[in-house]
């Protein structure tokens, strides 16, 4: 095989598809007409085509596809149906979006109904309060004028103990 | 008539200028102490005991849990005498008992005064608290230079002098 055809065998069938570009096609072409053994090996790529074709083609027409549609219609119904979760899922979505309005309304009433029952029933807290709160009167401790100048700051009570705090350096302090 | 005098009598006596004060010669003794607290182990020094309540209500709130006396000094003040105490790190305290309340608690005003040599006021405060009372201010840092070396408490005890 010369150099020129060890170029060219491989671009013979993207040429005969149509799929070489002009530079290219225009050379092959040349050296193809002046070349006897790339114009055997077209001429046998052709004849390969053709009879690939015409064997699909063949197939195709002897098929009987009568009876397609009821083989589908009995996959359909003898395969198993989706899984309660996807089911679930789907109808949740389906809902949501046809009731959004309502289910939105319904659920803020839901956790308001909640709270008041959960303040009302709870019992009342004793001892220690759980965290800082400004500070009052009822500790025995009246702060009655702060200034923190140019400091953050803050008036605290931890129980019976009243705690102005000057922010010194800005970082979280209280538990 | 008698009784509409003792009315405007009473009256008066309420809306002077003086009500409320201390009577004359009456002292008040302060308390200051300076207190390291940090994040160490659990403890409390025992010196510190008179105000061991209130550091443990101070403990429930804050994160630290060990408590140190670094410093303490009690003066015994007429009202409108002021008392200046050195804290670590070059800063001060000064407090000074304003007057007595009708309710029997004493007002008093602070000033927390910062580092030397600007010796910038921090804060200042007047607050009123019943006899024996205990208020914290909190918040510098023990060291200037060390943030993580804890926080320095002060303590304002208050008392008569009978107390």
């Known amino acids: 095989m010369k150099r020129r055809c060890e170029e060219s065998v491989p671009l013979i069938g993207p040429w005969m598809d149509g799929e070489l570009p002009e530079e290219d096609r225009a050379w092959l072409a040349e050296h193809v007409a002046g070349c006897d053994g790339c114009t055997t090996r077209k001429a046998l790529l052709a004849a390969q085509r053709d009879a690939v074709r015409e064997a699909v083609v063949r197939k195709a027409a002897a098929a009987d596809l009568s009876r397609m549609a009821d083989a589908v219609l009995a996959r359909v119904v003898h395969d198993r149906p989706p899984a309660a979760v996807l089911r679930l899922r789907v109808w949740g979505a389906e809902t949501w979006r046809a009731h959004r309005g309502s289910i939105s309304a319904a659920a803020g009433l839901a956790v308001a109904a909640s709270l008041a029952v959960v303040a009302l029933l709870s019992p009342l807290r004793s001892g220690p309060r759980p965290g800082p709160l400004l500070a009052d009167a009822s500790a025995g401790t009246t702060v009655e004028e702060i200034d923190f100048e140019s400091h953050e700051g803050a008036v605290l009570q931890s129980g019976q103990t009243t705690v102005i705090w000057v922010d010194d350096d800005g970082r979280a302090v209280v538990r | ?163």
């Open chain 2, 1 to 163: 008539m008698r009784a509409v005098f003792a009315a405007l009598a009473v009256l008066a006596a309420e809306g002077s200028p003086d009500a409320g004060t201390a009577p004359q010669g009456s002292r008040v003794r302060i308390t200051v102490r300076a207190i390291a607290a940090t994040s160490g182990a659990e403890q409390t020094d025992p010196k510190l005991a008179p105000i061991a309540r209130n550091l443990a209500e101070f403990a429930k709130d804050f994160r630290w849990r060990n408590f140190r006396l670094l410093s303490e000094e009690t003066f015994d003040l007429a009202f409108q005498s002021a008392a200046q105490m050195e804290l670590p790190g070059s800063r001060s305290v000064q407090v000074t008992p304003r007057q007595m309340s009708p309710d029997g608690r004493i007002k008093v005003h602070l000033e927390l005064l910062g580092e030397h040599p600007e010796h910038s006021r921090k804060l200042h405060t007047d607050y009123s608290i019943q006899r024996g009372g205990t208020i914290f201010v909190g918040g510098l840092r023990l060291d200037p230079a060390k943030p993580e070396a804890g926080t320095l408490l002060v303590a304002i005890t208050q008392g008569m002098g009978g107390d």
